[in-house]
């Protein structure tokens, strides 16, 4: 379908004070993240390939409201979030951050997409390449208007935060657009990188049955004008 970010957002941050310069300083050391979450799910696979022992990481459970709060009461000494969610870390912290980033040590694996059921694609395609469109759209004008954008989300959500808002879509746009994207358009699935993300699974998380590009990728659903 499209992918909304060309590199998976993951991340771990850490207090620029706190001692954790490398991802081996990860050992002895606990992180907040959510049970089943994408942190928490990828973290073994980047683990082996930062060169750290995930079993010497203790991961307490968190969820997206009291991970932030148990990070600055220096509760957890790395909270496992998405990149774009730096200036909320950082908010809440009260102190500078760094961030580790696992499209540093995984940059095969394809970051968030839109995915729709093969029956909703066989019955409705036109409306499908019509939500696509739109959402690309929708897409665009936030990258390139962040602050109106998270105005916008603040009217709707009045305890949102715009400025907050604004610099998580600045952090984003590092992810949605690159040279890519630039020539080929919001949203563009290279079929190689697909293939790669395939062969992740395939080959660290062992699924019974192998995924294959056809499984999780369907072409020609984005506009045949480029959105850039």
């Given at each position: 379908m499209?992918?909304?970010?060309q590199?998976t957002?993951?991340?771990?941050?850490?207090?620029?004070?706190?001692?954790?310069?490398?991802?081996?300083?990860?050992e002895?050391?606990s992180?907040?993240?959510?049970p089943g979450?994408?942190?928490?799910?990828?973290?073994?696979?980047?683990a082996k390939?930062?060169?750290?022992d995930?079993?010497?990481?203790t991961?307490?459970?968190t969820?997206?409201q009291?991970?932030?709060?148990?990070?600055?009461?220096?509760?957890?000494d790395i909270?496992?979030?998405?990149?774009?969610?730096?200036?909320?870390?950082?908010s809440?912290?009260?102190?500078?951050?760094?961030?580790?980033?696992?499209?540093?040590?995984?940059?095969?694996?394809?970051?968030?997409?839109?995915?729709?059921?093969?029956?909703?694609l066989?019955?409705?395609?036109?409306?499908?390449?019509?939500?696509?469109a739109?959402?690309?759209?929708?897409?665009?004008?936030?990258l390139?208007?962040p602050?109106?954008?998270?105005?916008?989300?603040?009217?709707?959500?009045?305890?949102a935060?715009?400025?907050?808002?604004?610099?998580?879509?600045?952090?984003?746009?590092?992810?949605?657009r690159?040279?890519?994207?630039?020539?080929q358009?919001?949203?563009?699935?290279?079929?190689k990188?697909?293939?790669?993300?395939?062969?992740?699974?395939?080959?660290?998380?062992?699924?019974?049955e192998?995924?294959?590009?056809?499984?999780?990728?369907?072409?020609?659903?984005?506009?045949?004008k480029?959105?850039?």
């Amino acid at each position: 379908m499209a992918w909304i970010q060309q590199k998976t957002l993951s991340a771990y941050f850490v207090r620029t004070d706190s001692g954790i310069n490398t991802w081996k300083d990860f050992e002895g050391k606990s992180i907040g993240d959510t049970p089943g979450s994408t942190g928490r799910v990828l973290f073994p696979l980047t683990a082996k390939k930062a060169g750290l022992d995930p079993d010497k990481v203790t991961f307490v459970p968190t969820t997206p409201q009291t991970g932030p709060g148990l990070f600055a009461a220096k509760k957890i000494d790395i909270f496992a979030q998405f990149i774009v969610g730096q200036p909320l870390v950082r908010s809440a912290a009260g102190s500078p951050v760094k961030s580790f980033k696992v499209a540093d040590m995984i940059p095969g694996l394809g970051g968030n997409c839109l995915m729709v059921t093969d029956q909703k694609l066989r019955e409705k395609p036109d409306e499908v390449r019509k939500f696509t469109a739109a959402l690309l759209k929708g897409l665009q004008w936030s990258l390139d208007n962040p602050g109106a954008a998270g105005a916008i989300l603040q009217k709707h959500v009045p305890l949102a935060d715009y400025k907050l808002a604004a610099n998580e879509l600045r952090l984003m746009k590092r992810f949605s657009r690159d040279a890519v994207t630039k020539k080929q358009g919001l949203g563009y699935i290279d079929p190689k990188r697909m293939d790669a993300t395939a062969s992740i699974i395939n080959n660290f998380f062992k699924p019974k049955e192998r995924v294959t590009r056809a499984d999780i990728f369907a072409p020609g659903f984005l506009p045949k004008k480029p959105i850039r």
